[in-house]
């Protein structure tokens, strides 16, 4: 039997549409940083299927910021593009995507720039289609309106060099955000050293966002390659398991979790035990462990990604050195999203009380362990 839903009658007088001036300069202040949007434009390369992502941070001699991100991924048709763009694009036909509410491309993008554009196609016999979305055009007709602006020579070659045949190429350009404050000398030596500290970070953060997808050896997702301004991004696995120990056995490490629907989903928890850092030297400390205070804690994955690190999400405080060895590292899939009511960065998660406690007594032992080995009792 099949009920019969019928749409309720629209009243045009209930009608009340968003400024669109003032909601798309709104969305901008969403709480990314420049790093976090970056991560989030590479979760739709990974989820067109690319397998090469180049990432190129550029200013010119006036003080004009670019960043260009490249994928050669399946790209998009005229329809693809034009739905990329919508805020609020429609959902992916993988629910297991990095991409999730259809918003990062955009509120990422705007959040370091006021300007940014799309370029793609699927094939190399294709044309390349372009739109853009100009901040400040939007806010001087105050209507949701696009630009479809001419594809210039230094964005086909730009195409061609960072994209190849076929896939997607991201301009963000008006980057008025993109450093945190402005210089006396735009596009001099301070400025162009706060771009280089940029790039340096951004291939530390993503090193550990995507460790999974950058690891080879790794066969529980693809291997992917990522490059920012020519330099392959390493995977760093802050879990060093080459010389910490999972201390979790194994039948502890599957966490069954019921949704409000009724169904059971799983989720993996490891409780690794770093080396002291008097047994390692200081290269493994500073490339591989990286013993910190800020490091302890929990590394949360959705589908293999990073989506927040550091800290035990309340369980208990994360400021004492005695804990620093201790690391949760904890992966749950799409179908969990809603569990973990996963923010639209992607950045945050929250736990359910139960949930808290259930996490707190399994891993108190191992909590207690790691402040043990610190201290070296035996």
Same mark, same amino acid.
């Given at each position: 039997?099949?009920?019969l839903?019928?749409?309720?009658d629209?009243?045009?007088d209930?009608?009340?549409?968003?400024?669109?001036?003032?909601?798309?300069?709104?969305?901008?202040?969403?709480?990314?940083?420049?790093?976090?949007?970056?991560?989030?434009?590479?979760?739709?390369?990974?989820?067109?299927?690319?397998s090469?992502?180049?990432?190129?941070?550029?200013i010119?001699?006036?003080?004009?910021?670019?960043?260009?991100?490249?994928?050669?991924?399946?790209g998009?048709?005229?329809?693809?593009?034009?739905?990329?763009?919508?805020?609020?694009?429609?959902v992916?036909?993988?629910?297991?995507?990095?991409?999730?509410?259809?918003?990062?491309?955009?509120?990422?993008?705007?959040?370091i720039?006021?300007?940014?554009?799309?370029?793609?196609?699927?094939e190399?016999?294709?044309?390349?289609?372009?739109?853009?979305?100009?901040?400040?055009?939007v806010g001087?007709?105050?209507?949701?309106?696009?630009?479809?602006?001419?594809?210039?020579?230094?964005?086909?070659?730009?195409?061609?060099?960072?994209c190849?045949?076929? #896939?997607?190429?991201?301009?963000?350009?008006?980057?008025?955000?993109?450093?945190?404050?402005?210089?006396?000398?735009?596009?001099?030596?301070?400025?162009?050293k706060?771009?280089?500290?940029?790039?340096?970070k951004?291939?530390?953060?993503?090193?550990?966002?995507?460790?999974?997808?950058?690891?080879?050896a790794?066969?529980?997702?693809?291997?992917?390659?990522?490059n920012?301004?020519?330099?392959?991004?390493?995977?760093?696995?802050?879990?060093y398991p080459?010389?910490?120990?999972?201390?979790?056995?194994?039948?502890?490490?599957?966490?069954p979790?019921?949704?409000?629907?009724?169904?059971?989903?799983?989720?993996?928890?490891k409780?690794?035990?770093?080396?002291?850092?008097?047994?390692?030297?200081?290269?493994?400390?500073?490339?591989?462990?990286?013993?910190?205070?800020?490091?302890?804690?929990?590394?949360?994955?959705?589908? #293999?990604?990073?989506?927040?690190?550091?800290?035990?999400l309340?369980?208990?405080?994360?400021?004492?050195?005695?804990?620093s060895?201790f690391r949760?590292?904890?992966?749950?899939d799409?179908?969990?999203?809603?569990?973990?009511?996963?923010?639209?960065?992607?950045?945050?998660?929250?736990l359910?009380?139960?949930?808290?406690?259930?996490l707190?007594?399994?891993?108190?032992?191992?909590?207690?362990?790691a402040?043990?080995?610190?201290?070296r009792?035996?």
């Amino acid at each position: 039997y099949k009920e019969l839903i019928t749409m309720p009658d629209i009243n045009p007088d209930m009608i009340n549409e968003p400024d669109p001036s003032r909601l798309i300069h709104g969305l901008r202040d969403t709480g990314y940083d420049f790093y976090t949007a970056a991560a989030d434009i590479i979760d739709n390369s990974i989820a067109a299927d690319a397998s090469n992502i180049n990432i190129n941070l550029e200013i010119a001699a006036d003080g004009r910021k670019y960043v260009y991100f490249g994928d050669n991924g399946h790209g998009m048709n005229e329809d693809g593009l034009h739905n990329a763009m919508r805020y609020g694009a429609q959902v992916r036909e993988n629910l297991a995507s990095l991409g999730k509410f259809g918003l990062g491309l955009k509120t990422a993008s705007s959040s370091i720039c006021l300007k940014y554009s799309l370029i793609s196609r699927k094939e190399a016999s294709e044309e390349l289609k372009k739109l853009t979305w100009d901040l400040e055009h939007v806010g001087d007709v105050n209507a949701w309106e696009m630009l479809e602006e001419t594809i210039n020579s230094d964005e086909e070659e730009l195409f061609e060099e960072l994209c190849g045949e076929s #896939g997607t190429l991201l301009v963000w350009s008006k980057c008025d955000r993109l450093l945190s404050k402005a210089y006396d000398q735009p596009g001099g030596v301070k400025e162009q050293k706060a771009i280089d500290h940029r790039k340096q970070k951004l291939i530390d953060h993503c090193a550990l966002i995507f460790h999974k997808y950058l690891n080879s050896a790794d066969k529980s997702h693809r291997t992917i390659n990522i490059n920012v301004n020519g330099v392959s991004v390493e995977y760093w696995n802050p879990f060093y398991p080459e010389k910490s120990e999972q201390v979790l056995p194994d039948k502890l490490t599957k966490l069954p979790i019921i949704t409000e629907d009724g169904s059971e989903h799983v989720a993996t928890i490891k409780a690794w035990i770093l080396p002291h850092r008097k047994d390692l030297s200081s290269e493994e400390n500073s490339k591989y462990a990286k013993i910190t205070n800020r490091g302890q804690g929990f590394y949360i994955h959705r589908e #293999g990604r990073v989506i927040h690190y550091g800290g035990y999400l309340g369980l208990w405080r994360a400021d004492d050195p005695h804990w620093s060895l201790f690391r949760v590292e904890f992966d749950f899939d799409h179908n969990l999203d809603e569990a973990f009511r996963v923010d639209v960065k992607k950045s945050r998660i929250l736990l359910d009380p139960a949930l808290e406690e259930a996490l707190k007594e399994l891993l108190e032992p191992a909590h207690k362990e790691a402040d043990r080995r610190y201290r070296r009792k035996q």
